[in-house]
């Protein structure tokens, strides 16, 4: 079982990134797949979820109407597009994998880091 994040970098605030997760090892289309952040010195923090029964999504208050999370079933990724970037958003992020229905089947990728700064 593999969660591979990739996408991270530097940017400027008011900026963009588009953050990647790659599935291997499992039915990723029966998982709900989720974004979590650590920002420096803090706890980690879930960003966002998408679920697989249905497709819907949550956001936490801080990103929501600027972070859009989807998945390609195909292509075993999820993705977490981050517009309106702001310094606060600085933080390692990290995909989470669980099993609707088996949620003892729950996998974390290596994180990816994210710096928002002039």
């Known amino acids: 079982v593999q969660l591979v994040e990739s996408g991270g970098g530097l940017v400027q605030p008011g900026g963009s990134l588009r953050l990647s997760c790659a599935a291997s090892?499992?039915?990723?289309?029966?998982?709900?797949m989720s974004w979590y952040r650590q920002p420096p010195g803090k706890e980690r923090e879930l960003v966002a979820r998408i679920f697989s029964t249905d497709g819907s999504t949550y956001y936490a208050d801080s990103v929501k109407g600027r972070f859009t999370i989807y998945r390609d079933n195909a292509k075993n990724t999820v993705y977490l597009q981050m517009n309106s970037l702001k310094p606060e958003d600085t933080a390692v992020y990290y995909c989470r994998g669980r099993d609707s229905t088996y949620r003892a089947y729950d996998y974390w990728g290596q994180g990816t880091q994210v710096t928002v700064s002039s």
């Open positions: 090892g499992f039915t990723f289309s029966s998982y709900t």
